[in-house]
């Protein structure tokens, strides 16, 4: 983007963290004609970056808005405006311009075509140098300098100050604090009067009370369903992929049911069950059952649980189900072979507790959302302060939905800082 016709003043910009979303505000806002200048305390830009997507950068979702904002689970009306002033093909398109080829692959998750996550760092600091953006690095942020209800800078950790007409933050959350996301932003914002959500990870394993998860632990299972019990009610329940850890749980479908009901989580009301069977009713599996036992009269039970489940899982069922897994299966009674079929489909899983944020993906909370301006990004307590990204008390599911947020709200605050 030129700047525009009739823009008097180039305006200053301070943009406080080098992650996903101060680089696109540092490049919306210089492309909109304004002097940028971007602190960041890592001895690099982008350090959560190299670590995305396993070190290929899942760097968004190849969807519609709609599709986008369906897959945030905090606040997904907040981002309404900033998705329509960069939704994830404009987000393809703009990175694209800048020369990073992508391709888009199962569950439209889009990566750069290299295959490495360093190239979507690369290629954003090369336009911002060729722009002449001032990227400080080793500088850390300490605290926001305000006049009245208005931001005019910032205070370095080093005593120095640094003037300008906006401040946008872009410190990030809690998560992966090796990558710089100390939460210094967060507390730079309560100063300042904004409240904060409390801050919870999300995205992340479950601590569960059973102590045979540990027995199982590298065990992965495909096509289980995962169902979530709130009291006697079944609130959600999802088929995929989970894994069994020394803790208890973690995997596809737990990273989703952390997102969702990652505040419940350890609330005696909460309980997991897990459906090995989720494609077979009860009756058809039971009939399974039966025709296993004809064809194995004089074996153990041990022997049938080999066929319907994993070993290592077999081999501590009686801890699982109470059923004694070394009986004849001559012997198995009517009853046993029904709570069999029962403890198949309903494998009780007592979430104690979310993993840390060292584990975390993302951090759910932040900066609340009905402190901030969505047409804008900025803050409605401090004039001319502007947020983007994790910072805010929104988040996403995985498949790329979460760098969109810092993207699109980058982009948003960029164009927005300084244009009053
Ligand atoms: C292991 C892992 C894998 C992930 N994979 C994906 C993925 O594939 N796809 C996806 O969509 N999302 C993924 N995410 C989430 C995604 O990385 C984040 O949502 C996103 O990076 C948030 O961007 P941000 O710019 O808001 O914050 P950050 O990336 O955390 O950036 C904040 C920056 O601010 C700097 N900073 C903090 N305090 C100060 C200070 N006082 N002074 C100066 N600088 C400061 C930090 O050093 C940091 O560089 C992943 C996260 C993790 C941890």
Redesign the pocket.
């Known amino acids: 983007m030129m700047p525009s016709p009739g823009k008097i003043k180039m305006s200053k910009i301070t943009i ?8 696109m505000a540092a490049l919306s806002s210089t492309e909109a004609g304004n002097d940028v200048t971007v ?4 001895e690099k ?5 190299y ?4 070190g ?5 979702n190849n969807c519609s808005r709609q599709v986008f904002i369906d897959n945030v689970v905090s606040n997904n009306r907040f981002l309404y405006s900033a998705s329509a002033i960069l939704d994830p093909a404009g987000t393809i398109a703009l990175f694209e311009r800048l020369g990073l080829k992508t391709v888009t692959e199962r569950g439209n ?1 889009v990566y750069p075509e290299s295959g490495k996550a360093s190239d979507v760092t690369k290629i954003l600091v090369k336009r911002l140098n060729e722009l002449g953006v001032n990227i400080e690095i080793n ?4 605290s926001l300098i305000t006049e009245g209800d208005t931001v005019k800078g910032v205070r370095l ?1 080093s005593g120095e100050d640094a003037y300008s007409d906006a401040v946008i933050l ?4 809690l ?2 604090s090796t ?7 967060l507390r ?1 914002a309560e100063e300042t009067g904004h409240k904060i959500i409390e801050c919870i990870p999300s ?1 992340t394993g479950i601590n569960i009370a059973e102590d045979f998860c540990k027995k199982l632990q590298g065990l992965s299972l495909k096509n289980v369903m995962l169902r979530v019990l709130r009291g006697q009610k079944e609130v959600y329940r999802e088929q995929g992929e989970m894994l069994f850890t020394h803790y208890g749980i973690s995997g596809p479908l737990v990273l989703t049911v952390s997102s969702v009901f990652g505040r419940e989580i350890g609330s005696r009301d909460i309980r997991l069950s897990l459906d090995m069977k989720p494609a077979l009713s009860e009756d058809i599996l039971e009939d399974r059952l039966i025709r296993d036992i004809e064809k194995n009269r004089n074996k153990s039970l041990s022997t049938i649980l080999k066929g319907l489940m994993p070993y290592s899982m077999a081999e501590i069922f009686d801890e699982i189900s109470g059923i004694d897994r070394s009986i004849p299966v001559n012997v198995l009674k009517k009853e046993d072979r029904k709570a069999l079929v029962k403890s198949l489909k309903n494998i009780t899983l007592t979430p104690e507790s979310l993993r840390g944020f060292e584990e ?3 951090t759910k909370g932040g900066v609340s959302v009905k402190d901030i301006d969505p047409g804008t990004m900025e803050s409605k307590k401090v004039r001319g302060l502007y947020f ?4 805010m008390d929104v ?2 599911l ?9 993207w699109s709200t ?1 982009y948003l605050a960029g164009i927005s800082a300084g244009s009053k």
């Open positions: 406080i963290g080098a992650g996903a979303a101060g680089l602190f960041e305390h890592n830009p982008g350090k959560k970056i670590i995305t997507g396993k290929r950068c899942n760097l968004l998750r500088k850390e942020v300490a950790s872009a410190t990030g959350g998560s992966y990558t710089g996301s100390t939460g210094d932003g730079m995205l975390a993906v993302i983007a990204g994790e910072i988040d996403a995985t498949g790329g939905f979460n760098l969109q947020i810092a980058g």
